[in-house]
């Protein structure tokens, strides 16, 4: 069974600061994907990254893959209180979805 | 004009009970997902349809049957409810093929406690 493994499963972050949150999974996949979720909230879909050396950005937040090494990276610039939110990476082989730990972002005034 | 709906969002019940769970999709989606999310945020895969045809099926208690009348539909029966079936179901729909992202869209969840 596909392992991935998400890092750090929780992160307190003071505003402004730059931070990275590390995704390895275990075994060759389609797709990465990053998604966000709220506190009671569903699970809003940030990035997909298709092949080797994919980087995507949005506003403060930015996605890269890494193939060969496993690995995908969501790195967050400068934040502001509105990113804290529980983060996930998943990878899918085939129809099936492995989904990360999850990394538990609070970002502090 | 919502993506991918639950019904209900909250489900409080006795141990013991059988209830259930709907999810429609609107995007012409042809595969549709169960999770389960525990108290830790955890995300599990139960189920898997893809044109009405169960493609995953993950170790689950066969108290937990899944139904897909067709393929905007997928349904989640529980029978005899135990305490630690408490968690958030989420449904979850995407297009299968080769290209494009194949992105999973979530539903907004269901939140069962069982007493």
């Known amino acids: 069974e596909l392992k991935v493994e998400q890092n750090p499963l929780f992160l307190s972050m003071q505003e402004g600061k730059n931070y990275t949150i590390y995704c390895n999974y275990s075994?060759?996949?389609?797709?990465l994907y990053w998604y966000r979720q709220d506190p009671g909230k569903s699970l809003e879909s940030l990035f997909v990254l298709l092949s080797n050396g994919a980087v995507k950005q949005e506003g403060r937040l930015m996605a890269s893959l890494d193939t060969k090494a496993r690995l995908s990276t969501l790195h967050i610039t400068a934040a502001v209180h509105d990113l804290s939110a529980t983060y996930f990476c998943a990878v899918r082989t085939g129809n099936q979805f492995y989904f990360g730990t999850g990394t538990s972002l609070t970002v502090i005034p | 004009d919502t993506a991918v709906s639950q019904t209900p969002k909250y489900l409080v019940t006795q141990m013991g009970n059988d209830k259930s769970i709907k999810c429609e999709q609107n995007?012409?989606?042809?595969?549709m997902y169960w999770y389960k999310q525990d108290s830790k945020k955890f995300l599990k895969i139960m189920f898997s349809y893809n044109n009405k045809e169960l493609i995953i099926n993950e170790t689950v208690p066969n108290r937990f049957s899944p139904k897909s009348p067709d393929k905007a539909h997928l349904n989640l029966h529980i029978n005899s409810l135990e305490l630690g079936d408490s968690a958030v179901y989420f449904c979850a729909s995407r297009l299968q093929g080769l290209a494009g992202n194949n992105e999973q869209f979530f539903g907004p969840g269901t939140r069962l406690t069982v007493l």
């Open positions: 995007l012409g989606h042809d595969t």
């Open positions: 075994t060759t996949s389609d797709r």
